[in-house]
C-alpha cells in the first residue's frame, strides 16, 4: 500500500486504501488467528446456545426502567455549536456520545471546551477513541494519545470507549491480537485517571471477537455498534437472525466470560440515506428513505431497550448530510423526518418503564407506564390492520407527536410507529 490511512471527512469514516487483493492477501497472512478465535469460541458453543435459549424465553416479560436509555453523537463542527446545542436541547436526549480521533490530537483543545460545555448544561458524555494504522506500528503514539484524553477530558467525560470499528480493516486492525496490544495499557491508564472504560466497539453482527478480548480486558461498559441497515428493517433476519435474536446471542457470549456481570451498550447505530452519494458511509442497499429511516429508528431502539439486554443505545449522529437526524449543510439546517421521530420517542418513553410486550403474529406491541400514564408503542413491519384494545383509547399520538383520530377503541397499526394512551380509570 502507498498510504496506511486516509479519512473521508464527506462520510466520517476511512477510505479503504488496501485493494481487495491486498486485504485477501492479509486475511491469509492472519490465517493463525482465526484458528485461535476458532479454539476460543468452540468450547463455548453448547453452553452459549442454551444460556441463548434461556434468555429469549425472557425477553420483553420483565419491567425496566429506561431513565436515560437514548442517546446520540454529536461533532463540534466549529462556529455551528450554536446550532448544536440549540437541537440538542429540543431532542431533550441527555447522553451525547464524542468522537475523539488520535490523529487529530492536536485539536484537543476545541474538544475539552465542546466537552466542557456540555458536562456543564448537563450531558453525560462518552468518548469515543478511534485508532489509526499509525497507532498500531508506534504503540507508544497510541500510549500517548490515551494519557492525553484521559487527563484533559476526565473532569467533565466519565466513560470513554476504547478503540472503534477494529474488525474494518480500513480502521487500522488486521487483528484481534493488534486490538488487545492497543487496549492493555488502557485499564492502568484509566485508573489513574479515574476513568470507566467501554468497549470492544467490535462493528455489525461478528460476535465470535468478544471471547477473546473480554477475557484479557475487563470493560466496565460492554459496547457494540451493532448496524442491522443491510437487513433493511430491524425486523428482518440476516442469515436467520433478526436484531432480537442478535442482542440475545450477543448476552449469552457476554454472559460467559469474566465481564458477564457489566451492562451493555449499542454505542452506534443508523440507517444510512438514499440519493446521498459521496456522502453516505454504506452506498447502496443499506440505503433508506428519509421515512424509513424515521421508522427504523423508533422500532430499534423500543425493540432492543424493551429486551432487558442493552442498558443504553446511541444512534450516530446529531448532523450528518448523509445519514444525520439533520443535515447540516442545508441553509438552515433541514430537520428531517428522524430528528421528530426521535424527539418524540424521548418525550413519551424516556424515564417510562417498560411493563409487557403484547405478541401478535402481524403487529409489534409494546406496554409502558410514564407517572400514571399508560401508553403502548405499535407498528407493523409492513402493511396495516385495525387492532381493538382490551381497554379504553384515551390519545393517539403518530411517530412525530401529531395527535390522531381513531374510533372507540380501534387503532390503525401501520409501519409508521404510534403511541397509544389509555384512560386512566380504566386499569
Not at 99 to 118: G, N, P, Q, T
Not at 307 to 327: F, K, M, N
Request: glycine share 4%; aromatic share 14%.
Amino acid at each position: 500500500m502507498n498510504e496506511l490511512f486516509r479519512w473521508n471527512e464527506l462520510a466520517d469514516q476511512p477510505h479503504n486504501v488496501a485493494s481487495k487483493k491486498e486485504r485477501f492477501r492479509s486475511h491469509w497472512k492472519y490465517a493463525r488467528s482465526y484458528l485461535h478465535l476458532f479454539r476460543i469460541n468452540l468450547p463455548l458453543l453448547i453452553s452459549g446456545l442454551s444460556l441463548y435459549r434461556k434468555i429469549r424465553q425472557k425477553m420483553y416479560r420483565q419491567p425496566l426502567c429506561l431513565n436515560g436509555a437514548m442517546g446520540v453523537a454529536v461533532t463540534p463542527l466549529e462556529s455551528k455549536e450554536a446550532e448544536i446545542f440549540h437541537y440538542l436541547e429540543e431532542l431533550g436526549v441527555k447522553n451525547v456520545l464524542v468522537r475523539l480521533a488520535s490523529w487529530e490530537r492536536e485539536k484537543i483543545s476545541h474538544y475539552e471546551s465542546f466537552i466542557s460545555r456540555l458536562h456543564r448544561q448537563g450531558y453525560s458524555v462518552l468518548v469515543a477513541l478511534l485508532q489509526n494504522r499509525y497507532d498500531v506500528l508506534e504503540p507508544a503514539r497510541w500510549q500517548q494519545f490515551l494519557r492525553l484524553a484521559f487527563e484533559r477530558l476526565s473532569p467533565y467525560a466519565t466513560y470513554f470507549e476504547l478503540g472503534h470499528a477494529w474488525n474494518r480493516t480500513k480502521w487500522g486492525l488486521w487483528s484481534f491480537q493488534e486490538y488487545l496490544e492497543l487496549a492493555r495499557p488502557a485499564p492502568v491508564l484509566a485508573a489513574e485517571h479515574g476513568v470507566k472504560l467501554v468497549g470492544p466497539a467490535v462493528i455489525d453482527f461478528e460476535f465470535h471477537l468478544y471471547p477473546a478480548i473480554l477475557k484479557e480486558i475487563k470493560f466496565d461498559v460492554i459496547s457494540s455498534l451493532l448496524y442491522v441497515d443491510r437487513t433493511g428493517a430491524p425486523e428482518n433476519a440476516q442469515w436467520g437472525w433478526t436484531l432480537e435474536k442478535k442482542l440475545a446471542l450477543l448476552r449469552a457470549i457476554i454472559d460467559l466470560t469474566p465481564c458477564q456481570k457489566q451492562p451493555c451498550w449499542i454505542t452506534e447505530f443508523n440507517w444510512p440515506l438514499k440519493g446521498m452519494e459521496p456522502y453516505s458511509p454504506a452506498p447502496g442497499r443499506p440505503c433508506v428513505s428519509l421515512e424509513d429511516q424515521a421508522n427504523f429508528l423508533v422500532r430499534y431502539f423500543v425493540l432492543s431497550l424493551a429486551s432487558g439486554l442493552v442498558e443504553r443505545i446511541y444512534w450516530w449522529q446529531l448532523a450528518a448530510r448523509g445519514y444525520g437526524l439533520i443535515d447540516p449543510l442545508a441553509s438552515p439546517w433541514e430537520i428531517r423526518p428522524s430528528y421528530r421521530a426521535f424527539e418524540t420517542l424521548q418525550r413519551f418513553l424516556g424515564g417510562s418503564t417498560f411493563l409487557s410486550r403484547e405478541f401478535h403474529p402481524r403487529a409489534w406491541i409494546f406496554h409502558f407506564e410514564r407517572g400514571k400514564e399508560r401508553l403502548a408503542v405499535v407498528w407493523t413491519k409492513k402493511g396495516s390492520l385495525d387492532y381493538r384494545f382490551n381497554r379504553p383509547v384515551s390519545q393517539v399520538f403518530s411517530r412525530d407527536g401529531e395527535a390522531l383520530d381513531f374510533k372507540e377503541e380501534k387503532v390503525k397499526i401501520e409501519a409508521r410507529p404510534k403511541y397509544v394512551f389509555f384512560e386512566a380509570n380504566s386499569l
